[in-house]
């Protein structure tokens, strides 16, 4: 028996969240309360987020039953409630599984569900871009950059501000290890963590994910594996994630931190002076970082009444006049450009992120879609490999371009 597309699909999306369904596969018309699923199960009922979808739901006339849950398990229950035909009416999903949903049929295209993109920034959006087709709307993005540690810098005779691309952080790095002190910890876990941490630096060197095995790749791999080599990030970094490598930074030993928007709160409860860079790419300027974040999206329903209805809660989710509160309550850059002005307004220290959001990539975009897990996958394994020494950087990207050419 031909397997159903959504249980195909189901592994591809998990692998592309850190971070499909044919027509029979609809949710029916909703008797009962509207429903929400969105992947913050840190926010309860009184927090600005689940006021702001309250509100939305009431401006659309209709009581909404939200449904918080793990990004994973999220990804999980709507594949199988599509399945089952009793998929949410609006769904709050990370971004690289808009393709897969898209696919699969689970969700409805903006065309036909009314929502207005028409203020999104264009490289945010392509994320829900599948062949042409645009899937739901980005509510904010959050991406990497580098925090660093003001006197370590300081101790060691650096400038951040000197700090413009490859050659001038490996300068910086050498007089902070020469200082006795640490120099840069990041994430290169065996996971899409780890992929997403490598992205910055891969697509910074100007490398392409359809040819893992470029020059340019083995280029940015080999950046990663001479920092282990010459002592300048610790061999932890293989097990690491985002969150154990905040906590190596937060000791206050290292220079550097690669990490998100995320760790603002806990950058200003660390106890030492800190300020943050754009990832530099080799050859200077900021390097595009891939994009986090979530789409709103209306998946389909068996009843266009209730699609409208949906479009419009959904809609009123991503409008400027509403998404400020909620990119402030998620801790995100907004998609939105005159937004992002208003959160750099408020807060000057935003600057940099908005600045790397506006080059970020999403990590399905360049027409991958579905293709991405089978991608990121051998590529994290590379950078596991070369970082352990179990293969040349070359050898290493050579293996798993071979791998994900030959994925089905």
Known sequence: ?????????????VAATTL???SSGTAPAAAGPFTVWDPYPQ??????????VDKCGADAGVKIA??????TDLTNKVLLAAQQGTAPNVLVVDNPVVSTLAEGGVLKSNADSGLDTAQVAPNLLAAGDVKGQAYGVPIGANTLALYYNKDVLTAAGVDPASVRDWASLDAALAKVHAAGKKGITFSAIGTEEGSFQFLPWFWGAGANLTDL???????????????????YAPNSVVGNTQTTSWQEFATGDYAFAENGTWQLQNAKKAGFGYGVLAIPARAGGAAPAPTGGEFVTVPAQSSPDTEKTAGKIASCLTSPANVLDSDTALTYVSAVPSVQD?????????KVWVDAVKVAKGRTGDNLGTRYPRISEPLWGAVQAALTGAKAPDAALAAAQ?????AK
Do not use: N, Y
């Not at 095995?213 to 002592?231: C, E, H, M």
């Open 43 to 52: 926010f309860d009922a009184s927090s600005a987020w689940a006021k702001v």
């Open 402 to 406: 071979a791998t994900a050419a030959s």
């Open 66 to 71: 939200r449904q918080a849950f793990d990004t």
């Open 20 to 22: 499909a369904a044919c």
């Open 213 to 231: 095995a470029s020059p340019a790749a083995t280029a940015a791999l080999a950046q990663w594996k001479s920092w282990l080599d010459k002592g």
């Open 342 to 350: 208003k959160q750099v307004a408020a807060q000057p220290e935003l």
């Open 1 to 13: 028996m031909q397997r159903h597309p959504i249980i195909r699909l189901l592994s591809a999306a």
